[in-house]
C-alpha cells in the first residue's frame, strides 16, 4: 500500500454505468491513479482512462491483459478496490467474492453493491476491522444523497432513533406522475421504461425488493441489527390503483414507499404532502429522527452514473484522508 505522499491506487471492478461514471469523475483528480478496470469479460491494466472510457462507449473490448477481476484485487498492490458490478440480492455474486478478497487482501473496499453488504454485513464489516482497512458504502443508500456518512460523521453526537426514507427513484417517479397525472400504474411504468427511469424488468424497483436492501444496510450499519432480506417485511407499489392515491390527495397526503429501517418494513403510506419526505419524481429522501437533534431530512439524486460516482469519490477521499 503507498504511503501519504504516493498517490491513492484504484481498481474499477465493474465497468457499467457506474464504473465509467467514477473512472470519469477521477480523471479531473491527480491524486487518484487507477491501475486496473474490470468489466465481466477482462481487465484493463494501467488504463489510460480517456481511451478505455471511448473503448467502451463505442462497444469495444477493454481488456488488455490475461486477468481477472480477481487476481487483480488478489495480485495487484493497490490502495482501494471500487466494487460496482450488479447487485445480486441472492447470495450477493460476484460481488461478495471481491469484496471479501479485497479486505482479506488489506485492500480498502468502496462500493455502490448492495448485494454483498445484504448477503453478509456482519462478516464484511467484520474482515474490514481486523485488516484494518475501510469498508466504506455511501453510494448503496440513496445514490448520491448524503446518509451513510451524514449519520456515521455529522450527527456522530446525536443517538438515531429511525430512519424512514423513500430511497427508490423509480417508485417515487411512478406514484408521483399516477397522483399528479391521474395515470394508471401500467401506463406510466410503460413510459418509465421507455425513458429509461425503469429497467427493461421492474421487479426489483416496483416490489419494494431495491427499498428493502437499503433498509437492511442502514438497520446493521446504525442499529447494530444483524438483518437480511427475508427480515424486512416488504409491500411494493405494483399493486397501487389511482382511487387510492386520489383519495390520499383529497384528505392532504401523498403516498410514498417508505422503507422503516427501525422497522424492518418496506410498504406504501402516507405521507402528509408538507412533509419534506414528499419528494417529487426520481428524488430519494430520508428522515433521520434522533435524541437529540430532532429530525433532519435529506433529499437528493438516488440514482445516475455520475451523481452515485459523485457518492464514491467522496468515500474514497474519506480513505485518503484516513491514509494521511
Ligand atoms: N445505476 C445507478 O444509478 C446506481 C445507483 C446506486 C447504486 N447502484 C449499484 O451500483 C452497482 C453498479 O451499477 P451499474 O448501474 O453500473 O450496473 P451495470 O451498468 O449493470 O454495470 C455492471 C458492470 O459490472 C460488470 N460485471 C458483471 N459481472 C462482473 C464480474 N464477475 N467481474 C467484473 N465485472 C463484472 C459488467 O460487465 P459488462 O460491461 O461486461 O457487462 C458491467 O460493466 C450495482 O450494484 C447497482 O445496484 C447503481
Redesign the pocket.
Known amino acids: 500500500m503507498g504511503n501519504s505522499l504516493s498517490p491513492l491506487t484504484l481498481s474499477i ?7 465509467q461514471g467514477v473512472a470519469t469523475i477521477v480523471q479531473n483528480v491527480p491524486q487518484i491513479k487507477v491501475v486496473a478496470i ?4 477482462g481487465v484493463a491494466l494501467m488504463p489510460d482512462l480517456k481511451d478505455v472510457l471511448a473503448r467502451k462507449r463505442g462497444g469495444q473490448p477493454i481488456a488488455n491483459s490475461n486477468l481477472t ?1 480477481l487476481d487483480v484485487i488478489r495480485t495487484i498492490d493497490h490502495d482501494v478496490v471500487v466494487e ?4 445480486n440480492i441472492h447470495g450477493g455474486e ?1 460481488g461478495l467474492t471481491h469484496v471479501r478478497e479485497a479486505l482479506k487482501n488489506k485492500r480498502n473496499v468502496v462500493t ?4 454483498p453488504l445484504v448477503a453478509a454485513f456482519d462478516e464484511l464489516t467484520q474482515l474490514a476491522y481486523t485488516n484494518g482497512v475501510a469498508l466504506r458504502y455511501e ?2 443508500v440513496g ?1 448520491a444523497m448524503p446518509i451513510v456518512n451524514l449519520i456515521r460523521d455529522t450527527l456522530a453526537g446525536a443517538r438515531v432513533l429511525d430512519i424512514r426514507g423513500v430511497l427508490n427513484g423509480t417508485c417515487n417517479y411512478i406514484l408521483t406522475r399516477m397522483a399528479e397525472e391521474a395515470l394508471d400504474y401500467d401506463q406510466v411504468l410503460s413510459e418509465a421504461q421507455d425513458m429509461g427511469i425503469a429497467e427493461a424488468d421492474p421487479t426489483y424497483d416496483v416490489t419494494g425488493i431495491d427499498t428493502a436492501c437499503k433498509v437492511v444496510i442502514l438497520a446493521n450499519a446504525f442499529f447494530g441489527r444483524s438483518a437480511t432480506f427475508a427480515d424486512v417485511d416488504v409491500t411494493g407499489i405494483d399493486r397501487i390503483t389511482q382511487d387510492a392515491l386520489q383519495l390520499a390527495r383529497q384528505r392532504g397526503f401523498a403516498v410514498k414507499l417508505v422503507g422503516d429501517v427501525q422497522e424492518l418494513t418496506v410498504s406504501p403510506k402516507l405521507v402528509p404532502i408538507g412533509h419534506p419526505l414528499n419528494v417529487s419524481g426520481t428524488l430519494n429522501a430520508a428522515s433521520i429522527l434522533t435524541d437529540t437533534a430532532g429530525e433532519i431530512t435529506v433529499a437528493g439524486k438516488g ?3 455520475i451523481e ?1 460516482a459523485s457518492a464514491i469519490l467522496s468515500d474514497i477521499l474519506s480513505v485518503m484522508r484516513d491514509r494521511s
Open positions: 471492478i465493474g465497468f457499467g454505468a457506474i464504473g474490470a468489466d465481466s469479460k477481476a460496482v458490478t450488479p447487485t460476484p455502490s453493491n448492495k448485494g453510494a448503496t445514490g440514482a445516475g452514473s452515485t
